[in-house]
Nanobody, 121 residues
């Protein structure tokens, strides 16, 4: 069982930046961020997965590509989401997620509790 704990959420003005962190109790091959806005379903944001080499492969939702960056520090078992050029439509609860398998997929093994991000206009 891997436990995930997010932090770093808060209030940011439109155009500003915020960095989310997710500390994992163990290592998994794939980690991701999802978000859920009020009245909407949980949606994919970004994913990072081992490619068997020294680097990871990353994938982004179209709505955040070029503005958000996903990364991880394996030594600290920590996943990050750097949010730049934030927009009001980025307002949501952000969830950290992890998969034991290699490859990004909607099938998630572990979820965090979520952290609220609010972007003011």
């Amino acid at each position: 069982q891997v436990q995930l704990a997010e932090s770093g959420g808060g209030l940011v003005q439109a155009g500003g930046s915020l960095r989310l962190s997710c500390v994992a109790s163990g290592r998994t091959n794939t980690m991701a961020w999802f978000r859920q806005a009020p009245g909407k379903e949980r949606a994919f944001v970004a994913c990072l997965t081992s490619n068997g080499g020294s680097t990871d492969s990353t994938y982004y939702a179209t709505s955040v590509k070029g503005r958000f960056t996903i990364s991880r520090d394996n030594a600290k078992n920590t996943l990050y989401l750097q949010m730049d050029s934030a927009k009001p439509e980025d307002t949501a609860v952000y969830y950290c997620a992890a998969r034991k398998a290699i490859g990004c997929s909607p099938t998630i093994d572990y979820w965090g509790q979520g952290t609220q991000v609010t972007v003011s206009s």
